[in-house]
């Protein structure tokens, strides 16, 4: 009978070094709620204009972000989720099972600068909502020149960091409350800049069926035709920038860390939230948003800040929307850059790491440059950690499927795997190379990077040892594995079972939320098709201005007020 002071190894362990336990899985609801939320982003406002600048057509929008995406997903339920959901563990903890100590570190210092950089990024978006709504001049150069927005970038941060300091737990509620409204909130805005885009093009407040629709969009939004008047990307390059967006994530393994809490491998379905509704349905509306705010201010879409689209679009729902969406992608990326600072200094807390990480990113964020290059960094970004993602992939999934040992650098007691370590390095020449070389498409350059990783790492692993056998190491981690279950079991019986809030009170909160809602698309509606002319468009966008921003602080009252409900149940 195993007794407390067994467990004592486990007990001066950090949290998010160990599996995740059995009882603090998330059912798929959780996941929807979190992909939809971060997804439905700031920066899909800068991706939506992208387009417009690159010059698609509009049937590649349409056609290509859906295959794009419905491919971004299945990357997700077939690459990440299995791997997160079987070891419980994020990427940061696993890898250094695989590739010792000192891969890790390199790695992980790698990705705390890629997500502290991406969530100055969005803290910045969040910050150009406020500048516009106290008339702050724009920040157009790479530093700051406006004292008050360094203050309201410092306030917008200081939101961010506190949500991130709580963990998993407390990321998914806060995306769960936004989600709704941000997807509402993004379609409203299409709907309510449509009549103005077609009264310019069309000269009438409605397109009449989808062959408008195609003639709209190609004459004012994506017109085939980049913003220095060459002929714009295809169907191929729009299904590949969809797909590659998210590598980092998903090729690149790193959302084991928010995986590892789900229930089952299939939940990796779930981001179908984020990709569908989010990337989806929002790059397109920030494509309508964009150019309908363009044809009111009189500017090209290219020449607008999010705070610009979003205020002509939805008013002052507009300054909301732009804060909120860049604090949902912000706290999820310091979530992340937390955890892998916590990896490198695993002597620290993940809150400590994470207060140190998220003071930096406040003041990388006072930096205009850092939201202006977001796009290349994600880019490039995905590049770098694609091979990182393929190595683990090699181990976790090919190794035990030819005969090879899974951890055998971790048996091996090797604190520096040369076959990760050169793997990782000979990844990037080649797919960097063959990006100097414009072998082929920017875009797909993480399909052959990966395979091509893939294959060196397997190659150079069974030379150095994974095709060797360690039954008493492998016995010991079993043992390990078996113990850690039990004293995850154990704490369990120490802690409350939450209590589902049934009551009416409670109840009524969520209708309340739900209804306004549902008012606010009915609103939008009623501008983009019950407009005959320019003044009742003009009338009926007014009208939604007012009572959108009213049903967005009873929403949020609502919601927030519904989820203190549950947690005073559980106290």
Request: aromatic fraction near 14%.
């Given at each position: ?29 959780h996941f929807a709620g979190l992909y939809a939320a971060e997804h439905v982003a ?530």
């Amino acid at each position: 009978m195993e007794t407390n002071n067994n467990y004592e190894q486990f007990e001066n362990l950090e949290e998010e070094q160990l599996p995740v336990a059995k009882h603090k899985l998330h059912d798929w609801t959780h996941f929807a709620g979190l992909y939809a939320a971060e997804h439905v982003a700031a920066t899909e406002f800068v991706i939506g204009a992208t387009f417009v600048a690159l010059g698609a057509k509009t049937m590649d929008i349409l056609l290509g972000l859906l295959i794009g995406n419905i491919l971004a997903v299945l990357s997700w339920t077939f690459i990440t989720s299995p791997i997160a959901v079987e070891t419980r563990l994020s990427l940061y903890t696993y890898l250094n099972k695989i590739a010792g100590d000192s891969m890790t570190k390199l790695y992980n210092w790698a990705n705390i600068i890629i997500f502290s950089v991406i969530s100055a990024a969005m803290i910045t978006v969040s910050s150009t909502a406020v500048r516009f709504a106290f008339d702050i001049p724009a920040q157009l150069n790479w530093y700051p020149t406006n004292v008050w927005f360094i203050l309201i970038v410092f306030v917008v941060g200081i939101v961010v960091v506190s949500i991130a300091l709580y963990g998993f737990k407390a990321v998914s509620e806060f995306s769960g409350i936004c989600a709704p409204w941000l997807f509402v909130m993004f379609t409203s805005g299409a709907m309510v800049l449509m009549p103005a885009l077609s009264l310019d093009v069309l000269h009438k407040t409605l397109p009449n069926g989808m062959s408008d629709f195609i003639a709209l969009g190609n004459q004012s939004i994506w017109t085939g035709i980049d913003s220095n008047g060459e002929p714009g990307i295809g169907l191929i390059e729009v299904i590949g920038f969809a797909w590659a967006a998210n590598t980092i994530t998903h090729f690149g393994l790193i959302d084991m860390a928010l995986l590892r809490f789900a229930k089952k491998k299939s939940y990796g379905l779930a981001t179908s939230t984020g990709m569908m509704f989010g990337h989806y349905v929002a790059w397109i509306a920030a494509g309508i948003m964009g150019a309908g705010a363009a044809v009111i201010i009189g500017k090209t879409i290219v020449e607008l800040d999010p705070g610009d689209v979003a205020y002509y679009a939805l008013g002052w729902s507009g300054f909301v929307i732009v804060i909120v969406a860049g604090w949902t992608t912000a706290i999820t990326n310091l979530y992340r850059a937390g955890l892998a600072a916590q990896a490198v200094f695993n002597k620290h807390s993940r809150k400590k790491t994470t207060i140190i990480v998220g003071l930096v990113t406040i003041v990388i964020a006072c930096f205009p440059f850092v939201f202006s290059q977001i796009l290349p960094l994600l880019t490039y970004a995905g590049l770098l950690v694609v091979p990182v993602g393929a190595i683990v992939f090699a181990e976790h999934q090919i190794f035990p499927r030819i005969g090879y040992t899974r951890y055998w650098s971790s048996y091996k007691n090797l604190t520096f795997s040369t076959p990760a370590v050169a793997s990782w390095a000979l990844g990037l020449i080649f797919g960097f190379g063959l990006n100097a070389f414009n072998v082929m498409s920017f875009f797909y350059l993480f399909l052959p990077t990966w395979v091509f990783t893939i294959i060196i790492y397997t190659l150079l692993a069974g030379r150095y040892g994974a095709k060797e056998e360690y039954p008493i190491a492998a016995k010991k981690e079993k043992i390990r594995n078996e113990n850690i279950v039990k004293f995850q079991e154990q704490k369990a019986k120490e802690e409350i079972v939450p209590v589902k809030d049934e009551s009416a009170f409670s109840k009524l909160l969520k209708i309340v939320s739900v209804a306004v809602l549902l008012i606010t698309l009915i609103l939008a509606i009623k501008v983009m098709f019950w407009s005959a002319d320019e003044v009742l468009y003009i009338a009926n966008r007014d009208t939604f201005y007012t009572y959108a921003f009213i049903c967005t602080l009873l929403y949020f009252i609502t919601a927030y007020w519904a989820l203190q409900c549950g947690k005073l149940k559980n106290k």
